[in-house]
């Protein structure tokens, strides 16, 4: 579902309103909930009313009231790349190992038996 937020927010140039992700919606009736928020992006140049993507785990309607705390964001630089096109890449130590193919300092990868 998503949620509008009924505001809006204007982001200064080279930085976007990052929203987290939540796990709980929190209202002063209900400590914790099955709804929890997905994380979005606002960039500077978006000037529309500010919504968020909600989903509910469990087995029952949840509503959303005003006061309810849904959301959280933060405000974070944002750093313009330029890509180039290339044919062949720089050799690493890591080569093209995916998740977990770094290890963990101490401990094991992920996927290994300890």
Not at 6 to 29: C, D, G, W, Y
Not at 45 to 69: C, H, K, M, T, W
Not at 87 to 114: E, Q
């Amino acid at each position: 579902m998503v949620q509008r937020l009924e505001l809006a927010l204007q982001i200064r140039p080279a930085k976007a309103a990052v929203f987290t992700q939540t796990n709980a919606v929190m209202s002063p009736n209900r400590r914790h909930s099955p709804v929890f928020t997905l994380r979005g992006v606002m960039n500077s140049d978006y000037r529309g009313e500010a919504s968020v993507v909600l989903i509910n785990q469990g087995q029952e309607p949840f509503s959303i009231q005003r006061g309810d705390r849904i959301a959280q964001f933060v405000i974070a630089p944002v750093t313009q790349a330029e890509l180039l096109e290339v044919s062949t890449l720089d050799a690493t130590a890591r080569g093209a190992g995916g998740y977990g193919s770094t290890g963990i300092s101490g401990g094991t990868r992920m996927g290994d038996t300890p």
